[in-house]
Nanobody
Framework: QVQLAESGGGLVQNGGSLRLSCEAS????????TGWFRQAPGAEREFVAA????????EYADSVKGRFTISRGDGKKTVYLQMNMLKPEDTAVYYC????????????????????WGKGTLVTVSS
């Protein structure tokens, strides 16, 4: 089991910034990809960004490219999502995800490929 804990959500104004963190604990796997998904009210969960274990590969949804940056801490078990130029349509619950097969950084962005989920953190962007 891998436990994932998100933090850093909150209320921010249109055009503002937030940084989300995802801390992993539990059983250690050799390597896995960490991703971020989000789910707005009444919508399906959608892919936001992902980063490989080494940090050498990243992928982003088109809707966040140029505004969001995913990074991995030196200890590998913490992943950050820096969100700049936030828009009201970014409002959602953001979930951290662990993908043991690494599909998230190879174009497979469906939520069905995720092995472990965090409980989510709410991001609200006011207009």
């Amino acid at each position: 089991q891998v436990q994932l804990a998100e933090s850093g959500g909150g209320l921010v104004q249109n055009g503002g910034s937030l940084r989300l963190s995802c801390e992993a604990s539990g059983r250690a796997f050799n390597t896995y990809t960490t991703g971020w998904f989000r789910q707005a009210p009444g919508a399906e969960r959608e892919f936001v960004a992902a980063i490989s274990w080494t940090g050498g590969i990243t992928e982003y949804a088109d809707s966040v490219k140029g505004r969001f940056t995913i990074s991995r801490g030196d200890g590998k078990k913490t992943v950050y999502l820096q969100m700049n130029m936030l828009k009201p349509e970014d409002t959602a619950v953001y979930y951290c995800a662990a993908d043991l097969s690494n599909g998230l950084v190879h174009g497979k962005h469906g939520s069905g490929g995720v092995d472990y989920w965090g409980k989510g953190t709410l991001v609200t962007v006011s207009s």
